[in-house]
């Protein structure tokens, strides 16, 4: 099988990377010390190749009220351009078949920043969703003459026109784009000295807000839990901009560095916190799960009718050794699974994600099955660390 | 960096060096910590501990994986590296200066059937994709 490469495939290798299989794709995991790489990320600054990543452009009269019930979380509460949410996509069931970031540009246009290993499922789902047609929302006032001149909004956001066309919208999958993310509390600086030009533009963003600078998209946001911007640019320019990053002196960070900087941040990773087979709810993610309107969303009715009997904690090891993925966890309430494990070069200890009964409590000891020895590790909070520092 | 000429090698890629005192330092190859990425813990064998070749005697283990380091021959453990405690990642930046145990060999003799650099570097080659 031949791995996807992105476009700065030759120059991880030249920069001495050593590349792995990611899902399919030929990724730089390190390019020396990934414990060095983290450390950069967190004190100084790091770019990472996301060029793997999907950016999708969602165009058209009907987008905002597709977004609203495709997605989780709701679009609503995007409510001035630039502004961005992190949500679920769920199945019918109240599985998540993906977690993603929307940004609102214009009424007419948003953007959304899908998973690699997902992207092709991602946007298929999303266009036969878009397709359908739209049944109508719980409390919609039937749809009658006088009723045609109201905004759509007034309508309960859906057009006359939806129930005999679908939605009124495109689905793009931009396969021009490329993604750089540069992260760390010097990130955002760095930017602006290789590209002053979107200065302006970008230098009042607040976290979680973008600008669209003509060639740059670039976004604060971000997988690190530093500070930073993620940036969207055409691919034939990708090369060139990150030699320029380089030489104003951001180093590159592979994906393991990436990996444990995500998960010290408290962030879920698709296909190992979370799949098709899990809930939202179980998950971590219920504060990004929008319950509280009368909006109707795909998963709405499954996420009512199963309340969650387990949910994702933070677990510190008290013990010498590294937490990872699947080793078994015991509570005195039952069973439970590490869903991400790593050591975390920010607390020198090892941290992980499981997924334990909901009983199980912060302050709690548990054991851990690792290769034939029980170890103790505690039942924590989490973010394990932000901004540079430890939390714990 | 090339396999120094001056030690024995096993398949498992352990390193040993023959002590003038008839001891063996055993570490874990240039190949290897190369292959496990940087080193966090490592668990040293007991001194006094007797073991027998081939058997698990020490674990290191790195951000990535958790790896078994094993006896080159039978005998018994007389010293563990203990400044890998706080710094394992010396592994990583001299895999051939930090060792890991020592033992003192049931049978001097045994350690002239592990291989030497060029053997180690056949078994490294093969395994190269």
Known sequence: ?????????????????????????????N???????????????????VCHMRVVDAKGEGVRAFLRYLLANNADKLTFPGKALYSAMLRPEGGVIDDLIIYFMSEQWFRIVVNAGTADKDIAWMKQQASQHANPLPNTPPVGEGMAALSPSARGGRYVEDLEKGWQLTITSRDDLAMVAVQGPNARSKVWQVIPQTKAATENLQNFQAADCGEYFIARTGYTGEDGFEVMLPKKNVVAFWH???????????????????????????GQDMDETISPLEAGMAWTVDLKSERDFIGKAALLANPPTRKLVGLLLLDRGVLRGHQKVHTTHGEGEITSGSFSPTLEKSIALARVPKEVEIGDTVQVSIRDKMLAAKVVKYPFARNGKGLL | MSNPSNLKYTASH?????????????????????????????????VGR?????????????????????????GEVVAANSELDGAPEKINSDPYGAWIFKIKPDNSADVDTLLDAAAYQAVVDSEAH
């Open chain 1, 31 to 49: 390019y020396g010390s990934q414990i060095d790489e983290h450390h950069q990320v967190r004190n100084d600054c790091g770019m990472f190749d």
């Open chain 2, 50 to 74: 007797k073991i027998k070749a081939r058997e698990e005697v020490a674990v290191v283990e790195s951000v990535k994986a958790a790896a078994d380091v094993y006896a080159p021959v039978s």
């Open chain 2, 14 to 46: 352990e390193w040993i060096k023959s002590e003038a005192d008839g001891t063996l330092t055993i570490g874990i190859t240039e190949h290897a910590q190369e292959l496990l990425g940087d080193m966090v813990f490592v668990e040293a064998p007991a």
């Open chain 1, 244 to 270: 320029e990053l380089n030489q104003a002196g951001v180093k590159p960070i592979g994906l393991g560095a990436r990996d444990t900087l995500r998960l010290e941040a408290g962030m879920n990773l698709y």
């Open chain 1, 1 to 29: 099988m031949t791995l996807k490469q992105t476009p700065l495939n030759a120059v991880h290798r030249a920069m001495g990377a050593k590349m792995v299989d990611f899902g399919g794709w030929d990724m730089p995991v």
